[in-house]
């Protein structure tokens, strides 16, 4: 390294030798407790509350929403069938003679 | 007011007590930052972070540490989010320039910086040396400002860092010769032609 150079960059290295602290703006602190007071007023939820808050909304979403996509046979299979065991075992049979096609089902 | 009495009353929520606070270390904080940041208003906005997160976490402080070193950790942990917010802000720009017409990353490079607290004819050689030590990588940046900058002793920034004072010194080694390589750069590409 050459003399100038090393000279030069000691120079720069030490040009912070005697710097002195200076100070903010001196509204600086008016302005910080204007801030928390500001901030006191704000209510803060909790990050964990949010999270299950909006875990719980996805999952309300998505059981809705499963709800919704279940096959339309299926669940009127299932409550025909309820039905007639209802009917079955409770004994609802008409009393009154009804038209019934004689060769689709029981002609009560 | 003694620390461990002023503790107790910022714990309390004493709004006297954190203003006695702000008066004894806002010019610590204040500088701190300013040679992180190299602009006034940059280092005011983190100086305004650093005592409303004192305010709001003092309860939580046990007092591992002393205040003052809490306090520099607070600075220091707030200064280089912000370098990081800036570099992320700055590549942004970079991107979004690509697109449009607008000028792009330069907008956020800090201009040339004079520190209030350095004498003039020092200057200039301080902007270079701030110039050079922003290039360096956190630890190393960290640990030179506080030491040559803020003028904490190795053991007071070891506290800091929360490491020991061996690795300070290796990281100001580290620093110094990293400085020197930048410095030598510059020399040659400013300087000597």
Known sequence: ??????????????????????????????????????????????????????ATFALLTLLNWSLLNRPATASATTTQASIKAFVEDMQLYPTVPQLYDTWNGPNY | MEPAPLLEALQQGDNAAFGLLYEQTNRRVYNTALGY??????????????????????????????LTTWLYRITVNKSLDFLKRR???????????????????????????FHPG?????????????????????????????????????IETAGVLNTSVGAVESLLSRATDNLRKHLAGYYKKFIEP
């Open chain 1, 1 to 54: 390294m050459k003399p100038d150079q090393e000279t030069w960059i000691n120079t720069v290295l030490s040009s912070l030798d005697d710097l002195e602290r200076t100070s903010p703006n001196p509204f600086l602190l008016a302005k910080i407790r204007h801030k928390l007071a500001a901030d006191n007023g704000m209510v803060l939820v909790p990050k964990r509350t949010v999270w299950l808050a909006a």
């Open chain 2, 37 to 66: 940041v190299r602009n006034r208003e940059d280092a005011e906005d983190i100086t305004q972070e650093v005592y409303v997160e004192v305010f709001r976490s003092v309860r939580s402080f046990t007092g591992e540490s002393s």
């Open chain 2, 87 to 113: 570099q992320r802000k700055k590549r942004f720009a970079v991107l979004t320039s690509l697109f449009t017409a607008s000028p792009g990353g330069e907008q956020l490079q800090p201009a040339t910086f």
């Open chain 2, 118 to 154: 350095i004498a003039l004819e020092q200057q200039e050689n301080a902007d270079i040396l701030f110039r050079a030590i922003d290039k360096l990588p956190d630890k190393q940046k960290t640990a030179y400002l506080l030491t040559r900058v803020e003028g904490l002793s190795h």
